[in-house]
T-cell receptor
Framework: AQKITQTQPGMFVQEKEAVTLDCTYD???????LFWYKQPSSGEMIFLIY??????QNATEGRYSLNFQKARKSANLVISASQLGDSAMYFC????????????FGAGTRLTVKP | NAGVTQTPKFRVLKTGQSMTLLCAQD?????MYWYRQDPGMGLRLIHY???????AKGEVPDGYNVSRLKKQNFLLGLESAAPSQTSVYFC??????????FGQGTRLTVV
């Protein structure tokens, strides 16, 4: 089964600066999808960005980008121009691309944006 | 636009009691998931389903059962609740290779 590792339990960033949240994964599947979710203190899970294992370019969505390094099995989330509202838990997730579609998550990183 | 709806939102159970959590989605998704979230451990997959009538075990299936009799519903059952099952439970649904949409969560306390 696949394994997702987020090694940063907590991160701090100054408002308006960029921050990188780390995610590494381990899988034997040749095809898979990588996801990042945000969970604010209110508890809902908010989808941020998706990267397919065969995508040639790194995914971007507004201020979010995914630094995908397939050979190193890493899928780091980069948030540019941090805002106070970015303070939340961030989870990395992976799902195999075949029909056996179990989606697994890392332990998460708590990001705090300082004014 | 309901999306994914979980029932109930909160529940307190006594040890040994049983209960069923209901997840309903109106997006015609094939895939549905049940997770539990505990502090410091992220979301752990309990069971999942890749289609109506099919279910599979995830990372932490012990003490739980599931059923997917209708495509839009995914039920999570606790036959004999234990304090270790105190957690926040999330249901999610998706198509293949798209993001999963989550319900608002169910906070379960077993005393």
């Amino acid at each position: 089964a696949q394994k997702i590792t987020q090694t940063q339990p907590g991160m701090f960033v100054q408002e308006k600066e960029a921050v990188t949240l780390d995610c590494t994964y381990d899988t034997s599947d040749p095809s898979y999808g990588l996801f990042w979710y945000k969970q604010p203190s209110s508890g809902e899970m908010i989808f941020l960005i998706y990267q397919g294992s065969y995508d040639q370019q790194n995914a971007t969505e507004g201020r979010y980008s995914l630094n995908f390094q397939k050979a190193r099995k890493s899928a780091n989330l980069v948030i540019s121009a941090s805002q106070l509202g970015d303070s939340a838990m961030y989870f990395c997730a992976m799902r195999p691309g075949d029909h056996n579609n179990d989606m697994r998550f890392g332990a998460g990183t708590r990001l705090t944006v300082k004014p | 636009n309901a999306g994914v709806t979980q029932t109930p939102k909160f529940r307190v159970l006594k040890t040994g009691q049983s209960m069923t959590l209901l997840c309903a989605q109106d997006m015609n998704h094939e895939y549905m998931y049940w997770y539990r979230q505990d502090p410091g451990m992220g979301l752990r997959l309990i069971h999942y389903s890749v289609g109506e009538g099919t279910t599979a075990k995830g990372e932490v299936p012990d003490g739980y059962n599931v059923s997917r009799l209708k495509k839009q519903n995914f039920l999570l059952g606790l036959e004999s609740a234990a304090p270790s099952q105190t957690s926040v439970y999330f249901c999610a649904s998706s198509y293949l290779n798209t993001e999963a949409f989550f319900g608002q969560g169910t906070r379960l306390t077993v005393v």
